[in-house]
C-alpha cells in the first residue's frame, strides 16, 4: 500500500515511524510547509511537496495519513477522498459536525475508508478492561475516571491557536477521552464541563473538567489539563459493584474486594499503539477486517466535543446533539 502523510509535526512524524513498520506498506511522499523538515524528508529518501493538493494529484497514492491542524482537516480529507485515496485523519476529526459529515459523505460517495485515528482503541490494556467489563468481572460498572493531564508549555504551539485548533485542551485531548468513554461503556449522550482557572496566557482553556453521561445512565468524570500534574498512575478507572479496573501509563490491574490485584497489561505504549492502528488501516484498506470505528462513532466524537463547548459557555448539562448543524468556511493548513 503506497501512502503519502500530509503533515510532518509531532503526529505526522510519529505516523512516519510507525508505517515504517508496517507489512505491505510504504510511505512514499510528504507535504509539509516547513522547508527544512521537507528537505530533511527528501534526504530520507521520500517525495516532498509544499502543496498537500499537488501531492495527492501527482502522486500514485492508495492512502493518506492527514496530521495537520483541525482546521484543515475536512477540506483536506474532502479532497483526497476526491482522488480516490482512503484517509486516515489525526484527532479531532473536525471543528463541527457539518464539516465531519461532509468529510464521511465524501467517502460514502466514492466507497473508500475515512477513519479517525483513535489510538486508544489499539492500546491491548484498554482492550483488555473492555473485554473485563463486558464479561461481568468488575460486576456493574458504576462510575469512571479519565485523567488526561501533565504539564506542558503550550505558548508556542498551534494546539494552543484557537484559529488552528478550534479550541484548547477540550478539544485537544478531549476526543480521546469521549473516544475511550465510547469504546468502554457506549453512546456518550450528555455533558457538563467547567473550565479551571488558568494557569497558561493563552487565550484559549488550558484545564477542564467534563461530567459524562453514556450507555445505561452511567456517569463519569474526565480532567484534562496541560497545566496540571495530577500524579495518577492510571488514565482510566473503572469503578464496579464488585472490583476496579486500573488503566495505567506503566501498567494496569483488576481491583476484587478480598482478592490481590490481578495485573491486566503492561502499560501505554504509543509507538506501539500507532503501529497497531496503521496496520489495522491497512489490513482495512486490503480488505481483510473491519473498521474499528464506525462513521457514527466517528460523528459523535465531533458532537461530543461541541456540546462539552456549548456547556462551558451555558454552564449547563448539555445533549450531544447528533441532528442539527452548522456550516462553516473550510480552510487549508498543511502544516503540524
Not at 509544499?50 to 496530521?67: F, G, H, K, N, T
Not at 484559549?204 to 500524579?231: F, K, P, Q, Y
Given at each position: 500500500?503506497r501512502?503519502?502523510?500530509?503533515g510532518?509535526?509531532?503526529?505526522g512524524?510519529?505516523?512516519l515511524?510507525a508505517?515504517?513498520?508496517v507489512?505491505d ?5 510528504i ?5 527544512e523538515i521537507?528537505?530533511w524528508?527528501r ?6 511537496y ?10 500514485p497514492?492508495?492512502a493518506v495519513?492527514?496530521c495537520?491542524?483541525?482546521?484543515s ?16 485523519c489525526e484527532?479531532?476529526l ?5 464539516d ?5 459523505r465524501a467517502a460514502?460517495?466514492v466507497g473508500?475508508h475515512?477513519?479517525?485515528?483513535t489510538?486508544?482503541r489499539?492500546v ?11 464479561q ?7 462510575a ?7 504539564m506542558?508549555?503550550?505558548s508556542?504551539r ?34 457538563l ?6 494557569l ?6 488550558d484545564?477542564?473538567t ?13 480532567d484534562?489539563?496541560?497545566s ?7 488514565f ?17 490491574q ?7 490485584p490481578?495485573?491486566?497489561?503492561t502499560?501505554?505504549d504509543?509507538?506501539?499503539?500507532h ?9 482495512l ?8 470505528i ?5 460523528l459523535?466524537?465531533?458532537?461530543a466535543?461541541?456540546a ?6 451555558s ?5 450531544v ?8 468556511q473550510?480552510a ?5
Amino acid at each position: 500500500m503506497r501512502v503519502g502523510i500530509i503533515g510532518l509535526g509531532r503526529a505526522g512524524r510519529i505516523h512516519l515511524d510507525a508505517w515504517q513498520t508496517v507489512h505491505d506498506a510504504r510511505v512514499c511522499a510528504i507535504a509539509e510547509r516547513s522547508g527544512e523538515i521537507r528537505r530533511w524528508a527528501r534526504e530520507a529518501g521520500l517525495r516532498a511537496y509544499a502543496d498537500p493538493l499537488e501531492m495527492i494529484a501527482r502522486e500514485p497514492l492508495d492512502a493518506v495519513s492527514i496530521c495537520t491542524p483541525p482546521v484543515s482537516h475536512a477540506p483536506l480529507a474532502v479532497a483526497c477522498l476526491g482522488h480516490n485515496l482512503n484517509v486516515l485523519c489525526e484527532k479531532p476529526l473536525a471543528l463541527t459536525r457539518a464539516d465531519a459529515l461532509r468529510m464521511l459523505r465524501a467517502a460514502a460517495r466514492v466507497g473508500r475508508h475515512l477513519l479517525l485515528a483513535t489510538k486508544f482503541r489499539h492500546v491491548p490494556d484498554v482492550v483488555r478492561a473492555r473485554e473485563l467489563i463486558t464479561q461481568g468481572e468488575i460486576g456493574e460498572p458504576v462510575a469512571f475516571e479519565i485523567d488526561f493531564s501533565s504539564m506542558v508549555d503550550m505558548s508556542e504551539r498551534w494546539n494552543s491557536r484557537r484559529a488552528l485548533a478550534g479550541g484548547g485542551v477540550v478539544i485537544d485531548n478531549g476526543c480521546h477521552a469521549f473516544d475511550i468513554v465510547a469504546f468502554l461503556f457506549g453512546t456518550v449522550s450528555r455533558v457538563l464541563a467547567t473550565r479551571l482557572k488558568p494557569l497558561q496566557d493563552i487565550g484559549v482553556e488550558d484545564s477542564a473538567t467534563i461530567l459524562v453521561s453514556a450507555g445505561r445512565g452511567l456517569v463519569g468524570r474526565i480532567d484534562l489539563s496541560w497545566s496540571l500534574n495530577t500524579g495518577r498512575e492510571s488514565f482510566v478507572t473503572v469503578y464496579g459493584s464488585g472490583g476496579t479496573i486500573e488503566v495505567g501509563w506503566r501498567g494496569s490491574q483488576l481491583r476484587r474486594p478480598g482478592r490481590s490485584p490481578v495485573a491486566i497489561g503492561t502499560g501505554y505504549d504509543k509507538g506501539e499503539a500507532h503501529r497497531r492502528m496503521l496496520a489495522s488501516f491497512q489490513a482495512l484498506v486490503a480488505g481483510d477486517t473491519s473498521p474499528w470505528i464506525s462513521a457514527g462513532e466517528c460523528l459523535r466524537t465531533v458532537a461530543a466535543v461541541e456540546a462539552a463547548y456549548l456547556s462551558l459557555r451555558s454552564e449547563n448539562w448539555v445533549q450531544v446533539d447528533m441532528r442539527r448543524v452548522r456550516e462553516r468556511q473550510p480552510a487549508l493548513e498543511a502544516s503540524a
